[in-house]
């Protein structure tokens, strides 16, 4: 429950450990309840009691809602809220990699990288751009970290996600991998060889260091994505979006975007 919450618990992170996550914002927090995600309690702004929350209130009449003031909850989080809604959820159970990638054509492999907004960023365009899974190695963030859930506009609970200790598992699996990196032999990203693979395990690595070497040297192929004027390198979150548009499984059929699609939270 919120009132349990310690303020440090809302500032910095999720409570892996409780068993407990916070999803911030209505959109946020109805793309969490429509993907089956347990509430456990609400916090918002008395005005949005009959207003931005109030759906989400009576979708959840078992619910118990705590209300304060925009300074209450600025003291809570750390931040003025641009949208004063907060939601505390029940982690879902973990799962396998084996079942989170049963079907999957496409995947992403999150290797070692610790930012927050980066993590949201690249799970938002898995989603976007048709990863059918994510994998993390236990040295990234935490994708159910309330930034990263905020960044992603809900993704997180979109594509089917795990942790990772042994990317050798993914041969197994019938993926061939794609390391992201600049090296003397790396292959260019439009590659015919790529776009043919059945499946494929694109890793990312971390901004600044990259993948490990040994990674690199494990992986069926490594992959740059072509740039110009001298640039040498991309966001990863960037990079993501650019690779996963690129070798994106054959087939998929992109809905069409409603006319607010590209709004805030």
Same mark, same amino acid.
């Given at each position: 429950?919120?009132? !349990?919450?310690?303020?440090? +618990?809302?500032?910095?992170?999720?409570?892996? %450990?409780?068993?407990?996550?916070?999803? %911030? !914002?209505?959109?946020?927090?109805?793309?969490?309840?429509? $993907?089956?995600?347990?509430?456990?309690?609400?916090?918002?702004?008395?005005?949005?009691?009959?207003?931005?929350? @109030?759906?989400?209130?009576?979708? /959840?009449?078992? #619910?118990?809602?705590?209300?304060?003031?925009?300074?209450?909850? $600025? +003291?809570?989080?750390?931040?003025?809220?641009?949208?004063?809604?907060?939601?505390?959820?029940?982690?879902?159970?973990?799962?396998?990699?084996?079942?989170? /990638?049963?079907? @999957?054509?496409?995947?992403?492999?999150?290797?070692?990288?610790?930012?927050?907004?980066?993590?949201?960023?690249?799970?938002?365009?898995? @989603?976007?751009?048709?990863?059918?899974?994510?994998?993390?190695?236990?040295?990234?963030?935490?994708?159910?970290?309330?930034?990263?859930?905020?960044? !992603?506009?809900?993704?997180?609970?979109?594509?089917?996600?795990?942790?990772?200790?042994?990317?050798?598992?993914?041969? *197994?699996? *019938?993926?061939?991998?794609?390391? #992201?990196?600049?090296?003397?032999?790396?292959?260019?990203?439009?590659?015919?060889?790529?776009?043919?693979?059945?499946?494929?395990?694109?890793?990312?690595?971390?901004?600044?260091?990259?993948?490990?070497?040994?990674?690199?040297?494990?992986?069926?192929?490594?992959?740059?994505?072509? #740039?110009?004027? +001298?640039?040498?390198?991309?966001?990863?979150?960037? @990079?993501?979006?650019?690779?996963?548009?690129?070798?994106?499984?054959?087939?998929?059929?992109?809905?069409?975007?409603?006319?607010?699609?590209?709004?805030?939270?």
């Amino acid at each position: 429950m919120f009132g !349990s919450l310690t303020e440090a +618990q809302l500032r910095n992170r999720a409570a892996p %450990e409780e068993g407990v996550f916070i999803a %911030e !914002s209505p959109k946020v927090i109805r793309v969490a309840l429509d $993907a089956g995600m347990q509430p456990l309690a609400l916090l918002c702004e008395s005005r949005h009691i009959a207003g931005d929350a @109030a759906d989400i209130i009576a979708r /959840c009449p078992e #619910m118990p809602v705590y209300t304060g003031g925009r300074q209450l909850l $600025a +003291q809570l989080t750390g931040y003025t809220l641009t949208r004063g809604v907060l939601c505390a959820m029940r982690r879902p159970l973990p799962r396998s990699v084996a079942e989170v /990638c049963e079907e @999957a054509r496409r995947i992403v492999v999150i290797h070692s990288v610790c930012d927050t907004t980066n993590i949201g960023a690249i799970f938002r365009s898995a @989603a976007a751009l048709g990863i059918d899974a994510v994998l993390l190695t236990e040295d990234s963030c935490d994708p159910l970290n309330r930034r990263s859930i905020r960044v !992603s506009m809900g993704s997180v609970f979109l594509v089917p996600w795990t942790w990772i200790d042994d990317l050798s598992a993914l041969r *197994g699996l *019938g993926f061939k991998t794609v390391a #992201m990196a600049l090296t003397d032999d790396s292959i260019p990203l439009d590659a015919p060889q790529l776009k043919a693979e059945p499946r494929l395990a694109l890793i990312m690595g971390t901004e600044g260091d990259g993948l490990p070497h040994s990674t690199i040297l494990e992986a069926d192929y490594t992959v740059r994505i072509p #740039m110009y004027h +001298q640039v040498d390198s991309l966001n990863v979150a960037a @990079a993501a979006a650019v690779a996963f548009w690129e070798l994106r499984a054959s087939g998929l059929h992109p809905l069409t975007p409603s006319p607010t699609g590209e709004g805030g939270a």
